[in-house]
């Protein structure tokens, strides 16, 4: 590429740039540090399709001879930068489309975080997905970089369910949006004759992990947890209780494909669980089975005429999750002070 006096003088007002971003990251560090990538990758994207392809490698090199000790002027991260303008740039046509992102979520994350997000995700709505669920969440990298890699986006909200019929309209959605089909079990060890209770021990054993995968808002209650009913003993897989939903939630799990009279064991166990420890101010008491296969169509025959409501969705075990992984999830301390505030303080 010719070193032009035109590109002198871009490249003076590329380091000017830099220049007044070092002072503004200063009083505003994330928010500006994105908008500064923002704008370095329009100046490069419009300038590279005139000077072409080796214009990144220029520019790096002049920025690390005028900034050697600034960070984040790489060649990677300026071609990333660039790479950040590309893949939002369509979502407005007019001037302030980094300003209705911004305004939104995108720089509410970290510059690591919205790399891992732009190119990996295959649309601008996945991307924002992965945005939103990482500011409520409050994920670290390792662990939005898991949640992309299980493909989160893709089975969010796809379990079949009767919510629609058996919820009012304000908790249907939100119902419908914690459940995913499949869910990915990538801490549990199997072999060919494995059992519900023995993934049911791996999955207690490993709780913080199965809440991460189970999603923000669930807190453990018990295994095998025990009702009683006209001196009869009764005993749920799992028992769990939604906070934001304020519900209990029963977790039935079979390690076989979906048969159509587990739906209506776990009707029952609701009923159950309603009758006994739901109190008056909570919602309805919520059903996942979990199957390692299911027929869609069977399944929702099934759930057509019960009137409790539940989702049934299929579990995958795979071998993705690394082995030191420290979650965002809350204290069993913060758990039970959240569900006393939840219920008036009464026990």
Avoid at 124 to 146: C, H, K, M, P
Avoid at 173 to 186: G, H, M, N, V
Avoid at 215 to 239: C, P, T
Wanted: glycine share 4%.
């Amino acid at each position: 590429m010719e070193i032009t006096a035109e590109y002198k003088d871009w490249i003076t007002e590329v380091k000017a740039k830099v220049r007044s971003s070092q002072i503004k990251a200063a009083l505003a560090a994330n928010s500006e540090l994105i908008r500064f990538y923002w704008e370095l990758g329009q100046m490069i994207s419009e300038k590279q399709v005139k000077w072409g392809d080796n214009l990144i490698d220029l520019v790096a090199k002049e920025l690390k001879s005028e900034f050697p000790d600034m960070k984040g002027l790489s060649r990677s991260n300026l071609f990333y930068a660039r790479q950040f303008y590309i893949f939002y740039q369509d979502t407005e046509k007019s001037n302030d489309s980094l300003d209705k992102l911004s305004n939104n979520m995108l720089d509410k994350v970290p510059w690591g975080h919205n790399i891992l997000i732009f190119s990996r995700s295959k649309s601008i709505i996945e991307a924002l997905f992965y945005v939103q669920q990482t500011i409520e969440n409050g994920w670290s990298r390792d662990i939005l970089a898991l949640q992309i890699k299980s493909k989160l986006y893709e089975r969010t909200g796809k379990a079949i369910t009767n919510f629609t019929t058996t919820l009012p309209d304000t908790k249907s959605e939100l119902a419908q949006q914690t459940l995913k089909d499949p869910y990915i079990f990538d801490f549990v060890n199997m072999t060919a004759r494995s059992k519900e209770k023995d993934i049911e021990e791996q999955l207690t054993q490993n709780i913080l992990r199965f809440l991460l995968e189970l999603g923000k808002g669930f807190a453990f209650i018990g295994r095998q947890y025990r009702l009683e009913l006209s001196d009869k003993e009764y005993f749920i897989d799992l028992l769990f209780y939604h906070i934001p939903m304020q519900c209990y939630v029963v977790v039935e799990l079979k390690n076989k494909d979906f048969q159509p009279e587990y739906a209506g064991k776990l009707n029952f166990y609701l009923t159950l669980v309603d009758k006994t420890l739901k109190r008056p101010t909570e919602n309805p008491t919520i059903g996942i089975l979990l199957c390692r296969d299911k027929n869609n169509l069977e399944v929702e025959y099934a759930l057509q005429d019960i009137n409790k409501p539940m989702g049934v969705s299929g579990f995958e075990i795979t071998e993705i999750l690394p082995d030191e992984l420290k979650s965002s999830l809350p204290t069993i301390e913060e758990i039970e002070e959240q569900l006393k505030i939840d219920g008036n303080g009464e026990d």
